[in-house]
């Protein structure tokens, strides 16, 4: 067995793999092969024993439920079923996440034991608020942190997700139109490398929208942006830092043209991760902007589960933001959520209740361990981690956008892939077997064949090194003519690849009943 320059084992020539061996129960070493839960078997038992039910249903006209097809499981079965699954995915707590624009950064294991603390983990949402006061006081501390940071005076809590954020501040912008005795202006100006759920977000509030220029280097067109302001324009999105990794260096004069048309200023809060701690967006002349707690402030990321994306508004939208906030009186903290004179000029309400009172809890935990200064170091160690990276591929992988730093992401096209007959999709496909996530590809849609990698501040020197590394072998292979590796991979992975067009166009999403021999 021969080492690599990292100290680490190389396989070496005719070992189990290279020479195509394969296990012959489909088992990979440790990684044991697990089919769907209703291939297990165990039809007829349970892993559970209940007692007889002492009444029969004659009294539910006929109202019971039907014997449902599902497999039983004993306990341990059922534990290492979830276990195998589990070993399957990508995590971020097995190696780096590079997905750009996505921020997949740790965890804290302190979040999660603040947010299971009685009293946080419990909480019903039509609890009396005289017994939910100290939650009722973390709300209104991450508020506060919030609107400091952001340098805005207002935070709506309750939107649950980003796109959930956009949606609450172009509500708040329509309102503020409307009170204004300007409800025509019926146009949102968006710039091309925006995220989508910006015009789809829009679109979806009922206004038109039309795409801004891109300048050369990947920043908004000015010119183009200033053409199209005008007085049917009722806002501008703008993602900063932008989905290409830049920072938007003519902020200020977007700001003030904007603004200058009578239209408010939407800021994309995405990557806020990238300057948290350093610029406060209020600064910039931001009217309203959406803060994911799961990318900058550490909760757990997407999953379909509790998300959190709080809406800062600057003073002239503040009066429109939806119920309900906290507020302090002589008895204590209360929500305001009735549109009584405290919210006169509210839109309304994002949701039934409050928000996600265990992201509130996550967030704030990582406020308060890491402090104003080491917030600003996690915005300093995102952006050099993500210079590091571009520094470290740019002489075998093209940058995008070559002159000047990035910020949180480094951002490469596939001018370097001409001549391979590799395209991104098998250079992403071959990093699976490596042991990475991909990186997002062919996104933003402005640079050819994109390779957007974002490795966050969570990453060590050795963890970028060890990336790096994958990432430049891989490169060179695919200048090597080894199209095999590329064409075909994932060669290791618990499924080879799939028709990806058939897959998108009639996806598999439900099992199949089949017979069941009793047990």
Same mark, same amino acid.
């Given at each position: 067995?021969?080492?690599?320059?990292?100290?680490?084992?190389?396989?070496?020539?005719?070992?189990?793999?290279?020479?195509?061996?394969?296990?012959?129960?489909?088992?990979?070493?440790?990684?044991?092969?697990?089919?769907?839960?209703?291939?297990?078997? @165990?039809?007829?038992?349970?892993?559970?024993?209940?007692?007889?039910?002492?009444?029969?249903?004659?009294?539910?006209?006929?109202?019971?439920?039907?014997?449902?097809?599902?497999?039983?499981?004993?306990?341990?079965? &059922?534990?290492?079923?979830?276990?195998?699954?589990?070993?399957?995915?990508?995590?971020?707590?097995?190696?780096?996440?590079? /997905?750009?624009?996505?921020?997949?950064?740790?965890?804290?294991?302190?979040?999660?034991? +603040?947010?299971?603390?009685?009293?946080?983990?419990?909480?019903?949402?039509? !609890?009396? $608020?005289?017994?939910?006061?100290?939650?009722?006081?973390?709300?209104?501390?991450? #508020?506060?942190?919030?609107?400091?940071?952001?340098?805005?005076?207002?935070?709506?809590?309750?939107?649950?997700?980003?796109?959930?954020?956009?949606?609450?501040?172009?509500?708040?912008?329509?309102?503020? %139109?409307?009170? #204004?005795?300007?409800?025509?202006?019926?146009?949102?100006?968006? *710039?091309?490398?925006? %995220?989508?759920?910006?015009?789809?977000? &829009?679109?979806?509030?009922?206004?038109?929208?039309?795409?801004?220029?891109?300048?050369?280097?990947?920043?908004?067109? /000015?010119?183009?942006?200033?053409?199209? /302001?005008?007085?049917?324009? +009722?806002?501008?999105?703008?993602?900063?830092?932008?989905?290409?990794?830049?920072?938007?260096?003519?902020?200020?004069?977007?700001?003030?043209?904007?603004? #200058?048309?009578?239209?408010?200023?939407?800021?994309? @809060?995405?990557?806020?991760?990238?300057?948290?701690?350093?610029?406060?967006?209020?600064?910039?002349?931001?009217? !309203?902007?959406?803060?994911?707690?799961?990318?900058?402030?550490?909760?757990?990321?997407?999953?379909?589960? *509790?998300?959190?994306?709080?809406?800062?508004?600057?003073?002239?939208?503040?009066?429109?933001?939806?119920?309900?906030?906290?507020?302090?009186?002589?008895?204590?903290?209360?929500?305001?959520? =009735?549109?009584?004179? =405290?919210? &006169?000029?509210?839109?309304?309400?994002?949701?039934?209740?409050?928000?996600?009172?265990?992201?509130?809890?996550?967030?704030? !935990?990582?406020?308060?361990?890491?402090?104003?200064?080491?917030?600003?170091?996690?915005?300093?160690?995102?952006?050099?981690?993500?210079?590091?990276?571009?520094?470290?591929?740019?002489? $075998?992988?093209?940058?995008?956008?070559?002159?000047?730093?990035?910020?949180?992401?480094?951002?490469?096209?596939?001018?370097?892939?001409?001549?391979?007959?590799?395209?991104?999709?098998?250079?992403?496909?071959?990093?699976?077997?490596?042991?990475?996530?991909?990186?997002?590809?062919?996104?933003?849609?402005?640079?050819?064949?994109?390779?957007?990698?974002?490795?966050?501040?969570?990453?060590?020197?050795?963890?970028?090194?060890?990336?790096?590394?994958?990432?430049? #072998?891989?490169?060179?292979? !695919?200048?090597?003519?080894?199209?095999?590796?590329?064409?075909?991979?994932?060669?290791?992975?618990?499924?080879?690849?799939?028709?990806?067009?058939?897959?998108?166009?009639?996806?598999?999403?439900?099992?199949?009943?089949?017979?069941? &021999?009793?047990?």
């Amino acid at each position: 067995m021969t080492m690599n320059n990292v100290g680490r084992p190389t396989r070496p020539e005719g070992d189990a793999q290279a020479s195509g061996f394969t296990s012959l129960t489909g088992g990979k070493g440790l990684v044991q092969d697990e089919p769907l839960i209703f291939e297990l078997g @165990g039809w007829t038992k349970t892993g559970v024993d209940l007692p007889e039910a002492s009444q029969d249903a004659s009294d539910l006209a006929g109202l019971t439920r039907a014997e449902l097809p599902l497999p039983g499981l004993s306990e341990p079965e &059922a534990m290492r079923h979830f276990v195998r699954l589990s070993q399957k995915n990508h995590a971020i707590d097995l190696a780096l996440y590079p /997905l750009g624009s996505c921020t997949m950064k740790h965890n804290p294991r302190l979040n999660e034991k +603040a947010a299971r603390l009685p009293g946080f983990a419990d909480l019903h949402p039509l !609890a009396p $608020v005289a017994t939910t006061q100290g939650a009722l006081a973390l709300m209104d501390r991450l #508020a506060h942190w919030l609107k400091t940071l952001t340098g805005m005076p207002a935070v709506a809590l309750s939107p649950k997700a980003g796109a959930h954020g956009e949606l609450c501040g172009l509500l708040c912008i329509k309102a503020a %139109h409307e009170a #204004a005795g300007q409800a025509h202006r019926r146009t949102v100006l968006v *710039p091309t490398s925006a %995220h989508g759920t910006n015009p789809a977000t &829009a679109a979806f509030v009922g206004y038109n929208v039309t795409e801004i220029a891109q300048t050369p280097d990947g920043r908004v067109d /000015l010119a183009d942006l200033e053409a199209k /302001l005008g007085p049917g324009v +009722a806002a501008i999105m703008v993602t900063n830092p932008n989905t290409c990794g830049l920072f938007e260096r003519d902020i200020l004069e977007i700001s003030r043209l904007t603004h #200058a048309a009578g239209a408010y200023f939407y800021c994309d @809060g995405a990557n806020f991760n990238a300057i948290v701690g350093r610029v406060r967006p209020g600064d910039l002349g931001v009217d !309203a902007m959406h803060i994911n707690l799961h990318k900058t402030f550490s909760t757990p990321h997407g999953g379909g589960g *509790p998300g959190a994306g709080p809406v800062v508004l600057s003073e002239a939208l503040a009066p429109f933001a939806p119920a309900p906030w906290v507020v302090s009186g002589a008895d204590g903290l209360r929500l305001v959520e =009735e549109p009584t004179a =405290e919210a &006169a000029s509210a839109f309304g309400r994002m949701c039934a209740f409050h928000g996600q009172m265990g992201m509130f809890v996550r967030a704030y !935990a990582y406020m308060r361990s890491h402090g104003s200064d080491g917030l600003r170091q996690v915005a300093e160690d995102a952006v050099l981690n993500a210079n590091y990276i571009k520094a470290s591929l740019a002489d $075998v992988m093209t940058p995008a956008f070559p002159d000047g730093p990035c910020m949180h992401e480094a951002l490469f096209d596939d001018r370097w892939l001409d001549g391979t007959g590799v395209t991104t999709l098998d250079f992403a496909k071959a990093m699976i077997d490596e042991g990475f996530h991909p990186m997002t590809m062919y996104f933003p849609l402005v640079v050819h064949g994109a390779m957007l990698i974002e490795p966050t501040e969570t990453e060590s020197k050795r963890e970028l090194d060890r990336f790096c590394e994958a990432l430049r #072998a891989l490169a060179n292979a !695919a200048r090597g003519n080894d199209k095999d590796r590329f064409k075909a991979a994932p060669h290791l992975a618990p499924m080879r690849r799939l028709d990806e067009t058939l897959a998108a166009r009639k996806p598999t999403l439900a099992w199949k009943p089949q017979a069941h &021999a009793a047990e």
